[in-house]
């Protein structure tokens, strides 16, 4: 079993900057394939970013150069830095573990509760 946490979301202008954090507790966290997903409201789970246990990083095209994950293992977190947001950025952001990193949301066995991220224009 495998216990996710979100934080950090909030409300930002366009262009501002965010750092989610997603604190891993149950599991060895250096084996865990971890990802970031986001909902808005009418609209699917989406893939935002990914990062494998040997930190292959991975990331939907729309945030490709101004979305950074990392991950440190010493403390069981991964964090997604959300920079030059933007209003199509807002969402609820969720955290997933799971066995392989995918755009499916089906191959993440745990997730968190999500945190709200607005971005106003």
């Known amino acids: 079993q495998v216990l996710l946490v979100e934080s950090g979301g909030g409300s930002v202008q366009a262009g501002g900057s965010l750092r989610l954090s997603c604190a891993a507790s149950g599991r060895t966290f250096s084996n865990l394939n971890m990802g970031w997903f986001r909902q808005a409201p009418g609209k699917d789970r989406e893939f935002v970013s990914g990062?494998?246990?040997?930190?292959?990083?991975y990331y939907r095209e729309s945030v490709k150069g101004r979305f950074t994950i990392s991950r440190d293992n010493a403390k069981h977190t991964v964090y997604l830095q959300m920079d030059s947001l933007k209003p199509e950025d807002a969402a609820i952001y969720y955290c997933?573990?799971?066995?392989?990193?995918?755009?499916?949301?089906?191959?993440?066995?745990?997730w968190g509760q999500g945190t709200q991220v607005t971005v106003s224009s």
């Open positions: 990062i494998s246990g040997s930190s292959e990083t």
């Open positions: 997933a573990a799971g066995r392989e990193i995918s755009t499916n949301t089906h191959a993440f066995d745990y």
